[in-house]
C-alpha cells in the first residue's frame, strides 16, 4: 500500500512538473528541413547554383541555405527560402528579383544532368540531415554571390570564405 502511495506521488510530481516548464514557447523559430518538398528545393538549389563547382562548393551554398532558415530575418523553410521573391500580386516571382537567380531567371528548371542531381539530392540530404553535427564551412554565412560578379551589397558585409568561385559572407 505504501508503494502505490509513493509511485502515484512521483507520478504527480513528474506530471506537475513536466505542465509547468512546458508552456509550449519555443526559444525561436520552428525550422523546417528534412520534408521531401524541402529536400528538392535544397537539391534544385545546389544543383542551379554550384552544380560545376567542387563538393565543398556546392555543400557551402547548401550551408547558406540553411544558415537562413535559422536565421530570424528569412523564413522559417528551406522552400521558404530557396522560393524567397520579390511578388506580383498574383503571387508570381517577378523575374530577376529572388534570392537566388535561378528561381526567377525565365528559364526553364528542367534537369539535364541526371548525375548532377543525383549528387545534388544527395548533398541536400547529407546538409539538411546532419545540420546538427557537421561543421558549418561557410562560417555562418547568409549571402554569396559569383568570383566574377562585384555587387554592391557585398561592401557592407563580412567575407567568410571563398570557395570554387563563390564567395560567401554573413
Not at 537566388?100 to 549528387?119: E, K, M, P
Request: glycine residues 6%; charged residues 20%; positive net charge.
Amino acid at each position: 500500500m505504501i508503494w502505490r502511495l509513493i509511485i502515484l506521488s512521483v507520478c504527480v510530481v513528474v506530471w506537475a512538473t513536466t505542465l509547468l516548464t512546458n508552456t509550449g514557447v519555443t526559444d525561436g523559430k520552428v525550422l523546417n528541413y528534412t520534408n521531401q518538398d524541402d529536400m528538392v528545393c535544397l537539391a534544385k538549389n545546389i544543383y542551379w547554383e554550384a552544380r560545376n563547382e567542387s563538393t565543398a562548393g556546392r555543400i557551402a551554398v547548401a550551408w547558406t541555405v540553411i544558415n537562413r532558415v535559422n536565421n530570424e530575418r528569412f523564413p522559417d523553410s528551406i522552400c521558404g527560402v530557396v522560393q524567397q521573391a520579390i511578388r506580383y500580386g498574383n503571387g508570381f516571382p517577378k523575374r530577376n528579383k529572388c534570392q537566388f537567380s535561378w528561381y526567377c531567371d525565365g528559364r526553364a528548371d528542367t534537369v539535364t544532368n541526371l548525375h548532377g542531381w543525383r549528387d545534388s539530392y544527395r548533398l541536400a540530404s547529407y546538409v539538411s540531415n546532419g545540420r546538427d553535427h557537421l561543421l558549418d564551412i561557410t562560417d555562418g554565412s547568409l549571402w554569396y554571390h559569383a568570383s566574377y560578379v562585384q555587387p554592391k551589397w557585398a561592401k557592407h558585409k563580412k567575407k567568410t570564405a571563398q570557395i570554387d568561385t563563390h564567395i560567401f559572407y554573413r
